[in-house]
């Protein structure tokens, strides 16, 4: 691991100091003035085309886009701060990013993209040839974990690459994340976190470190050596802002660039989970449930852990690869009147959605719904969603609770298969993202795990974790606890209501547990007489 290339200064401690830190998600960049009790000062948000498709399952986006969009952001940040107080920008004595995990920019000698960054909504595949041993499948199949390991060769993106545009391959200077691509831009440095490497790279999460020649993933992610940044861990120096780059941010040429980490990560930390028993729910496009360890614990075998915002520590994960995408999906196809009412008034249509969760009680009347609505490595790739128990009393509003209620359901099952896992009970429920400032959908959460279910002082905790990781590096705290502790809080609990704890735990048991077991065999029949999913 290359060392920090400049020391990173020691401001005095105090609230006078601003960290800037940046969330680059998938529909949109937000830019947060942070300071030292985790308050946002404030935020500028700025929507990015998630991608474009030339062809049917791609996701791309070209990589200038993600500069011009973070650029756009940062400047605005800066300039709303000069405005409040012509002092107010040197009071910033950091910049964090954190970025949407799995989408990756390729580069040439001067840093420039040789093609569309492939986004981590992408869907092709390459191919397996070559890159699993024959020896070794009966031995990934006999240890139930073949179908993983080819799941994982097949969405690499730097294989497919290789595999269909060699000649890219061959000009790339770097292969990067798309953190690391923004790095350079700020920085000039080609480096990256720990913590932003994630999903198909050769990592070795334990030693936080790339794979050496004989781990697994050297052989399942072959990428050179040569093509990929240097790693530092997250509350480290990456660089400083470049006085080219000053120029188009208007930042403070020299001012640290600190290490925070992938998207994830910064909100679990932001959101104060820092042991296993407390289990964090994220409510985003993708739905998923989140523990944080100091041990190194898998989820699934031979599937490592990600790496945390915080150094030498990890975070298991199992998602809903839908998640909170259904409710826009519902809005899209069912939400007419809460989108005509939202634009009359200044209200967001999800807003609206609440009455809609208040006028159904729990269970939904007996609808009950799978929400595989697009099937990931945890499920059989021919799974689909599924809604059981319609009858004529039913309405779009139960069909909205069954939504939410079947994504809490999903997400329990997650919890209990984690717990197994960590071998640590979960106590307590944390939620952030969108989803989690609804009432109704955190009264849903605690219900359905039957846990106490808290929200944030804020559900914008990637900013707070990637401000936290810079506090940290810049000395403002001795380490992660105390910095935690300082910069997060729990806003509201949501009680678990007895009587539709138990009413959930039946539901979840003898019907939701059932459901997906006993409708594969008609998925894959499905499959086979419309060819869909391919």
């Known amino acids: 691991m290359a060392p920090p290339p400049h020391a990173p200064?020691?401001?005095?401690?105090?609230?006078?100091?601003?960290?800037?830190?940046?969330?680059?998600?998938?529909?949109?960049?937000?830019?947060?003035?942070?300071?030292?009790?985790?308050?946002?000062?404030?935020?500028?948000?700025?929507p990015i085309d998630p991608y474009f498709s030339d062809r049917p399952g791609w996701a791309e986006q070209h990589a200038d886009v993600y500069w011009n969009v973070l650029r756009e952001a940062l400047r605005r940040i800066v300039e709303r701060a000069a405005a409040?107080?012509?002092s107010e920008p040197q009071r910033i004595v950091a910049v964090a990013i954190g970025t949407q995990r799995g989408t990756y920019v390729n580069v040439d000698r001067d840093g420039k993209p040789l093609r569309p960054a492939i986004v981590w909504l992408d869907q092709r595949k390459a191919s397996t040839k070559g890159l699993i041993p024959n020896a070794l499948v009966p031995v990934l199949k006999a240890a139930r974990i073949y179908s993983f390991v080819e799941y994982a060769t097949q969405y690499c993106r730097s294989n497919w690459i290789r595999q269909n545009q060699p000649e890219i391959w061959q000009r790339t200077h770097k292969y990067l994340c798309l953190s690391g691509f923004l790095t350079h831009r700020l920085t000039g440095?080609?480096?990256?976190?720990?913590?932003?490497?994630?999903?198909?790279?050769?990592?070795?999460?334990?030693?936080?470190?790339?794979?050496?020649?004989?781990?697994?993933?050297?052989?399942?992610?072959?990428?050179?050596?040569?093509?990929?940044?240097?790693?530092?861990?997250?509350?480290?120096t990456l660089g400083q802002v470049t006085r080219a780059a000053a120029a188009e941010t208007g930042l403070r040429a020299g001012l640290p660039v600190i290490a925070a980490s992938n998207d994830k990560a910064c909100e679990i930390v932001g959101a104060g989970c820092l042991t296993p028993d407390i289990a964090f729910l994220s409510y985003g496009t993708i739905a998923t449930i989140n523990t944080h360890n100091a041990r190194?614990?898998?989820?699934?075998?031979?599937?490592?852990?990600?790496?945390?915002?915080?150094?030498?520590?990890?975070?298991?994960?199992?998602?809903?690869?839908?998640?909170?995408?259904?409710?826009?999906?519902?809005?899209?196809?069912?939400?007419?009147?809460?989108?005509?009412?939202?634009?009359?008034?200044?209200?967001?249509?999800?807003?609206?959605?609440?009455?809609?969760?208040?006028?159904?009680?729990?269970?939904?009347?007996?609808?009950?719904?799978?929400?595989?609505?697009?099937?990931?490595?945890?499920?059989?790739?021919?799974?689909?969603?599924?809604?059981?128990?319609?009858?004529?009393?039913?309405?779009?509003?139960?069909?909205?609770?069954?939504?939410?209620?079947?994504?809490?359901?999903?997400?329990?099952?997650?919890?209990?298969?984690?717990?197994?896992?960590?071998?640590?009970p979960i106590t307590r429920v944390r939620a952030a993202g969108g989803g989690s400032q609804s009432d109704g959908m955190m009264q849903i959460t605690a219900d359905v795990f039957g846990l106490p279910t808290e929200r944030p002082h804020t559900h914008e905790t990637a900013v707070v974790g990637a401000a936290i990781d810079a506090a940290v590096g810049l000395g403002l705290f001795p380490d992660f606890p105390p910095a935690v502790a300082a910069m997060t809080r729990v806003a509201r609990v949501f009680e678990p209501d007895p009587a539709n704890v138990d009413l959930y735990r039946n539901l979840y048991e003898r019907v939701y547990l059932r459901m997906y077991r006993q409708l594969l065999p008609l998925f894959r029949e499905i499959k086979d007489i419309t060819g869909y999913p391919e």
């Open 9 to 46: 200064p020691t401001p005095s401690t105090g609230r006078d100091q601003l960290l800037l830190a940046v969330d680059v998600g998938t529909q949109s960049t937000r830019a947060a003035l942070v300071d030292t009790t985790g308050a946002i000062v404030d935020l500028v948000k700025t």
């Open 84 to 86: 409040r107080a012509p």
């Open 189 to 236: 440095e080609y480096r990256d976190s720990v913590g932003n490497i994630v999903a198909t790279m050769p990592i070795d999460v334990k030693r936080s470190r790339w794979s050496g020649r004989f781990d697994p993933k050297s052989w399942v992610f072959p990428i050179e050596r040569e093509k990929l940044p240097d790693l530092v861990l997250p509350g480290e």
């Open 296 to 424: 190194y614990a898998e989820v699934t075998t031979l599937m490592p852990p990600y790496p945390s915002a915080v150094p030498h520590h990890y975070y298991t994960e199992i998602n809903i690869l839908r998640g909170m995408w259904m409710v826009s999906w519902f809005k899209e196809q069912f939400g007419l009147h809460e989108r005509l009412r939202a634009e009359e008034g200044s209200i967001v249509p999800e807003a609206l959605f609440e009455d809609l969760l208040q006028a159904v009680p729990p269970g939904a009347m007996g609808l009950v719904l799978q929400p595989y609505w697009t099937p990931g490595p945890w499920v059989a790739s021919y799974a689909k969603g599924s809604i059981v128990g319609f009858g004529e009393i039913h309405t779009r509003a139960h069909l909205y609770r069954a939504i939410v209620e079947g994504i809490a359901f999903a997400l329990k099952e997650g919890a209990q298969t984690t717990e197994k896992k960590n071998r640590v």
